[in-house]
């Protein structure tokens, strides 16, 4: 089985606000993580990396924590927008990648 | 720069067909390929990846089947379809073993 997992299936963010995905991983050897978008019918698009030597890196409007203590994973992004309603995969390198089964976020309006 | 290509895009075929999907990477060599499935609604799986010409290794045991006859092209093929060979098939490439992937367009498969 996958053993890269996310809290949620669903999520539901208000245009304008911060929206939080979160991400829990079970490998504590994984050392790059790695968060992808993908739009309905697309091919999913890399936003941000980690590795495991930092436990914060920034984008454009996005954000990555990593907390190795609790083996966990979060993509922040800022000032949610319509264009950010997909589906969000976190994934693990050990080895080779594992993804996560995703969040799909949902902007209201 | 590099590009990955998929084809065909749209795929609509009988239960009991043959298929046959490519997957081409431009600008870059020896990449390692990888082949994914997507149910819908559904996360991704990994079906088969390769770190060169002629290898491949298969993840999970299943109806399909990938070739890999030069450097850059990776296909994926089946003698027989079978329903639950329906999905949204998803061609990779990265430059090492557990490097950042980067995701072709993809190939959505209807099996009737």
């Known amino acids: 089985g996958e053993s890269v997992g996310l809290h949620l299936p669903t999520l539901s963010v208000q245009e304008g606000d911060n929206s939080i995905i979160n991400c829990a991983y079970s490998?504590?050897?994984?050392?790059?993580f790695i968060w992808y978008k993908q739009e309905s019918g697309k091919g999913p698009q890399f936003i941000i990396d980690?590795?495991?030597?930092?436990d914060k890196r920034q984008g454009q409007r996005v954000t990555v924590l990593l907390n190795k203590t609790v083996k966990h994973l979060s993509l922040q992004i800022a000032a949610t927008q319509p264009g950010d309603s997909a589906v969000y995969f976190c994934?693990?390198?050990?080895?080779?990648?594992?993804f996560g089964k995703g969040t799909r976020l949902h902007i209201l309006p | 720069s590099q590009t990955i290509h998929q084809w065909p895009a749209t795929l609509v075929q009988p239960v009991g067909s043959p298929l046959s999907l490519e997957c081409t990477v431009e600008?870059?060599?020896?990449?390692?390929l990888y082949w994914y499935r997507q149910a819908a609604g559904r996360g991704l799986q990994l079906l088969f990846y390769?770190?060169?010409?002629?290898?491949i290794s298969s993840e999970v045991p299943q109806n399909l089947s990938a070739s890999r006859p030069q450097d850059r092209q990776f296909i994926l093929s089946s003698k027989k379809l079978l329903l639950s060979d329906s999905g949204f098939y998803l061609c990779?490439?990265?430059?090492?073993?557990?490097?950042?992937?980067?995701f072709g367009p993809g190939t959505r498969l209807t099996v009737t």
């Open positions: 390769s770190v060169g010409i002629g290898q």
């Open positions: 490998n504590s050897a994984s050392d790059y």
């Open positions: 600008g870059t060599s020896n990449p390692n």
């Open positions: 980690i590795r495991s030597n930092m």
């Open positions: 994934a693990e390198n050990d080895d080779k990648i594992i």
């Open positions: 990779a490439w990265s430059a090492g073993q557990g490097s950042e992937q980067y």
